[in-house]
């Protein structure tokens, strides 16, 4: 069946010019004059894509894009405008826009924009590895071993008074962990106060976590509580306990050991009953030996601990990850029920993620602002994840500076060349992994032929990833 074009344009010379067209490239064309034909339309046929002027008598065409996404939340629309300013770009594509042309255009262009808004005009109702839920969840995601390992620690010392280390690399979602034993513990009524230990400067921490008197120092014009006399009877969260002074360690054991603090300035202590947290990224025995970590600290600390694994070592959570974020983020941006291809899934599932679930929420927010249509593709996914000029992958990063630094001391390095070589066999090892081994696939990703990528490949050593065809 051939694909249904709505054309909405009111100057009839015009509207029979591109109808014709549009018969031409093998579409199924229905003129609408105006917007309110245009709505009747649309109420009626299930359309691959809508191709409206911005001008148009009683009606914008921002206005026609509004209406017509109550209709079809999904439908591809296009917008052709004379005037193309910024300002009508940004309003078009935060409205819902497919995509919109500036008159004069070729018909090439307009025919590839139509392609491309069909493509996914059908993909919308293929089937895929994203569908909304009934119940998200708020906090923790994840079915894996290694999650379900976590969750039944979290079971087994959320009752108990103890203090916990939960331990993981930066973006794994520790303080979703300390917030969990919290909920489950019987102080869930009482207060959850979270410190970051490398937020505050070495000046402000102590007030900042016992509070002062007023005239305890310069600028002190009245009392103020702190961060451990507010969770009193609840749950305090010291994130990134590992990059605490040894001043200010000497300082909170104290309060552990005695289970009482001073404000600045003051004289009395005073009891507090809290329940201690403590997360870090750092490996604190190695701190200990280096003096950076009070040894009696940790043992305080380290009464029972949780190790939250990085991402990679659980990428079969991603789905359920990515659900959760689509679903969070599209409503925070108003978009109806975001799916998202299956290649663009499988994709998120072959990255390394150094950022952990951090950094897979930021590309899924990012794919939902840059992705012109539903579902999210796999091309989207990938404009999401460029990095930004100012970030460069630590790894290649430290592969630049060690060739260069080998090139300073004399030793002959061709730097350029060694670089360019590692930088290439990585990419192409990348994509036939992700393609499983299907050249054709990994070809048309890279933009290159086959038979460039099978000679990269027999270059490389990579020919035993190719699959047997």
């Known amino acids: ?111 590839a924009t139509i392609e491309n808004a069909v493509r996914h005009s059908r993909l919308a109702i293929d089937p895929c590895k994203y569908h909304e839920q009934e119940n998200i969840p708020a906090n923790l995601a994840g079915n894996s071993p290694a999650m379900q390992t976590v969750y039944k620690d979290i079971g087994r010392v959320a009752a108990t008074p103890t203090a916990v280390l939960i331990r993981g690399e930066s973006g794994t979602g520790k303080e979703l962990v300390a917030r969990a034993i919290w909920r489950h513990s019987n102080r869930a009524a009482k207060p959850f106060v979270a410190i970051n230990c490398t937020a505050i400067p070495e000046t402000l921490i102590e007030t900042e976590m016992f509070g002062h008197e007023r005239g305890a120092f310069t600028g002190a014009d009245a009392r103020r509580i702190g961060r451990f006399e507010q969770a009193d009877g609840g749950t305090i969260f010291l994130d990134e306990i590992g990059d605490m002074t040894l001043s200010t360690q000497v300082k909170l054991l104290r309060v552990l050991q005695e289970k009482s603090i001073q404000r600045v300035g003051g004289r009395e202590p005073i009891s507090v009953d809290i329940r201690v947290i403590a997360a870090t990224h750092r490996n604190l025995a190695e701190a200990i030996r280096e003096r950076r970590f009070r040894e009696d600290l940790f043992y305080r600390l380290n009464v029972v601990c949780i190790t939250v694994p990085p991402l990679r070592e659980r990428t079969e959570d991603i789905p359920q990850l990515v659900n959760c974020f689509l679903h969070r983020h599209s409503i925070e941006m108003g978009i109806v029920k975001p799916t998202m291809q299956n290649e663009a899934m499988d994709f998120l599932r072959a990255q390394s993620w150094p950022g952990n679930v951090r950094e897979l929420e930021s590309a899924v927010r990012r794919a939902l602002l840059v992705t012109p249509g539903f579902p999210i593709t796999l091309g989207d996914v990938q404009r999401a994840m460029v990095p930004s000029a100012l970030e460069i992958d630590p790894p290649l990063a430290a592969l630049a500076k060690e060739s260069l630094t080998r090139a300073a001391r004399g030793e002959p390095v061709k730097v350029y060349a060694e670089l360019l070589g590692s930088f290439e066999r990585e990419l192409f090892a990348q994509a036939i992994k992700l393609a499983r081994g299907n050249q054709v696939r990994a070809a048309r990703w890279l933009g290159i032929s086959r038979f460039t990528l099978r000679a990269r490949l027999q270059k490389f050593g990579l020919t035993n990833r190719i699959r047997s065809e």
């Open 1 to 111: 069946m051939k694909d249904e074009i709505l054309l909405v344009e009111d100057d009839s010379v015009l509207a029979r010019s591109l109808e014709r067209v549009l018969k031409l490239a093998g579409y199924n064309v229905t003129v609408a004059p105006g917007a309110e034909s245009a709505l009747e339309h649309a109420a009626r046929v299930r359309w691959a894509s809508v191709v409206t002027d911005f001008k148009l008598p009683h009606l914008s065409g921002l206005e026609l894009v509004d209406r017509l996404r109550t209709v079809n939340a999904r439908l591809p629309i296009i917008l052709m405008t004379a005037h193309g300013t910024a300002d009508l770009a940004i309003e078009a594509i935060k409205r819902g826009a497919y995509d919109y042309l500036v008159k004069p255009f070729e018909m090439s262009t307009l025919l």
